[in-house]
């Protein structure tokens, strides 16, 4: 986008507060919680500016002190919080989450109509997403009117003006009325995307291919010019139009993968805009070296409890790789 800052990545998305049980086992029987910033769009924004993008989180949250809790927050993470909207209506969404000792997570959202999904596009700056080398889109914005039709407008304002749209394909098919409605949504917005991440399952879910490659091809006709599909603990898989690989994830003592894949969609993403070059010009080598980074800070945050809290600073994931070299 002409004169944009090549730093400044805006995510829009909704950001909750995660209660997480302060023991292992089901939400049934946590004896308390302790509150920490969640929602896969603001994680993203955290994990950027951890890396040093400027990053801005655009996002609707309630009037209550669960939303003074989450601007806090990404205050205290050098998040720019200037297109936060209060919602005076309706509240901040909570999420209560326990492990069980197997590493399973046990999961319930509360509120219905939360704020989050309350965005309109009338409230928004435009100037923010004007300025950002890329505009990243939430999943959670999806599920539900209005902030589905926010969504949409800003992807196709960002598209048309040349600008480079990320999403993050997260399927919480609990937040959805079906299946083939979540499929359809997310698929309409695969079309606007420039980088789109997922998981195995998710791109499984996405095109009915089980292989990496189809699946990949299949999410690639639609538009985006890069697909990055992370696999847990194997790593992750890249296509683009002139290249593909493989990239191998890290041998980590894996404690919390909990944002994990928001920790990788925001390193990959800090790659791109430090790269500042259109995505079909990055080479075979640049996109796997992306993709190391990320899968290594995607390692390190599996080795801290909570998501976004875990995420490492640039110093550490040097560190890192470095040992890992010289391994
Ligand atoms: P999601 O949480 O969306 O399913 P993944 O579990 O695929 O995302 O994790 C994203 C990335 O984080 C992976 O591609 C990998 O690089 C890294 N990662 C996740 N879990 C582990 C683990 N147990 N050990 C090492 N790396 C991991």
């Given at each position: 986008m002409a004169g944009s800052d090549s730093h400044t990545i805006t995510t829009v998305g909704e950001a909750i507060v995660d209660f997480v049980s302060t023991a292992p086992g089901l939400l049934v029987d946590a004896p308390g919680f302790v509150k920490a910033l969640g929602g896969e769009g603001a994680n993203v924004a955290v994990g950027l500016a951890k890396l040093g993008s400027h990053s801005c989180f655009v996002g609707k949250v309630g009037a209550d002190s669960f939303g003074r809790f989450l601007v806090k927050e990404l205050e205290k993470d050098k998040v720019d919080v200037g297109g936060v909207v209060i919602d005076k209506v309706h509240r901040t969404r909570l999420a209560f989450v326990s492990l069980t000792k197997e590493g399973?997570?046990?999961?319930?959202?509360?509120?219905?109509?939360?704020?989050?999904?309350?965005?309109?596009a009338s409230e928004l700056n435009s100037?923010?997403?004007?300025?950002?080398?890329?505009?990243?889109?939430?999943?959670?914005?999806?599920?539900?009117?209005?902030?589905?039709?926010?969504a949409f407008e800003i992807a196709d304002d960002v598209k048309s003006s040349g600008?480079?749209?990320?999403?993050?394909?997260?399927?919480?098919?609990?937040?959805?009325?079906s299946a083939a409605e979540a499929k359809r949504v997310?698929?309409?917005?695969?079309?606007?995307?420039?980088?789109?991440?997922?998981?195995d399952e998710e791109a499984t879910f996405l095109t009915g291919h089980a292989t990496l490659e189809r699946a990949a091809a299949k999410l690639r006709l639609l538009g985006p010019e890069l697909v990055a599909i992370t696999l847990g603990v194997?790593?992750?898989?890249?296509?683009?139009a002139s290249s593909s690989g493989f990239i191998p994830g890290?041998?980590?003592?894996?404690?919390?993968?909990?944002?994990?894949?928001?920790?990788?969609?925001?390193?990959?993403?800090?790659?791109?805009?430090?790269?500042?070059?259109?995505?079909?010009?990055?080479?075979?080598?640049?996109?796997?070296?992306?993709?190391?980074?990320?899968?290594?800070?995607?390692?390190?945050?599996?080795?801290?409890?909570?998501?976004a809290a875990a995420v490492p600073f640039p110093a550490d994931v040097v560190r890192f790789l470095k040992r890992k070299n010289d391994d």
């Open positions: 399973e997570r046990d999961f319930e959202f509360w509120e219905k109509t939360p704020a989050g999904e309350q965005l309109l100037s923010i997403f004007k300025a950002s080398r890329i505009v990243n889109i939430a999943p959670l914005l999806l599920p539900k009117q209005p902030a589905r039709s926010t600008g480079i749209v990320a999403f993050d394909a997260n399927v919480r098919l609990g937040l959805w009325k997310m698929l309409h917005m695969a079309r606007r995307t420039s980088v789109l991440r997922l998981n194997r790593g992750s898989y890249f296509q683009a890290f041998n980590v003592k894996a404690v919390d993968t909990t944002g994990c894949g928001d920790a990788f969609f925001a390193a990959l993403l800090h790659r791109i805009a430090s790269v500042n070059m259109p995505i079909g010009d990055l080479s075979a080598e640049e996109l796997t070296s992306m993709c190391r980074f990320a899968n290594a800070v995607g390692a390190l945050t599996s080795r801290k409890r909570g998501g």
